[in-house]
């Protein structure tokens, strides 16, 4: 009997020491299913942030974007010196980077790194600086889908995998030029006096497009003629309206390519004027054809050179034709 009574008091012992184990878990919240214990990473904090693709080494300049910031404003290094970045690629890079702390733990095995895309071949490292000092280092997986929608991450000198939510692909994009502002133009419909399409080598041809205009209270646009107005073909005159609020560009030119455009002679312009009183400034955007297909697209009031498919340039640069209302259909 004493022998099984000593069992017993083995035994509950076991129980009482695996149940305070779990109680001090519970209450100080202290596993490893969770990313916790970093440093702050707030945009106020942080001075600088280089992105870079693992398989170039650290050392290289290539595949690499560093963010630096300047009092509440951050900037990007481009071949052509430090511009603004693009405020809302900040707001969604800060927006994931918020969501590390608690990021739950996905992996422990750094054999399944490789197939994770967050190796050191295959990830995108991530180093925040504050002043000279490394305040954190990631490693974040270089694949992105956008039925999972999840990121990989994984702190430095850890092989422990963790996934946070991402909505968006490239949110750590290793290029600089991924960080440039790539909208062309961008005015408002209520803003717009006047739109004039030009062929500076088509003898100069041109013609112009109200955009406000309006017939019984429904939205008509005109074409403006030298012999009088006419009605404008609403499909063609609507994917112009769209592009003058917001044309976003594929890409940017280098230096090299930029040196050897002629804007002085375009394949096309657009000159859109504003109304008056207006804040906004009348804008001329020239279009380049380039050998590729693509074109060059300037817009005289910015520095860039931007880059931009034919399949979308040419569904508003179009001959007069394009834009008359069909015979068949007029009221």
Known sequence: ????????????LIILGVAGVIVKLVTTGNNDQTLTGLLPLHSDVIDEVTIRTTEFGPDSTEGTAKLS???EDWSIKTESGSQIAFQ??????????????GAQLISTNPNSHKKMLIDDQAGIEVIFMLGASVQEKFTIGSDWSSDIRHCFIRRAGNDYVYTVPCQYENIFNPSSNGWRNPVIVSIAREEINLVTIRYPKQNNEFFSID?????NGVWTPFLVLTEGNEYANPYT?????RAVNGLVASDFASKEEIDAINFDIPDASILIKTRDGSQIPTQRVLFVKNSDGTYYVKNTNKADVFKLESDVIETFVLPLDSYIFPEETLP
């Open 237 to 241: 005159a609507d994917t112009l309206l």
């Open 69 to 71: 910031r300047l009092g």
């Open 211 to 215: 955009l406000n205009g309006q017939t």
């Open 88 to 101: 809302p690629y900040l707001d969604r890079m800060w927006e994931m980077i918020s969501r590390f702390e």
């Open 1 to 12: 009997m004493k022998g099984r009574e000593v069992g017993y008091v083995l035994l509950a």
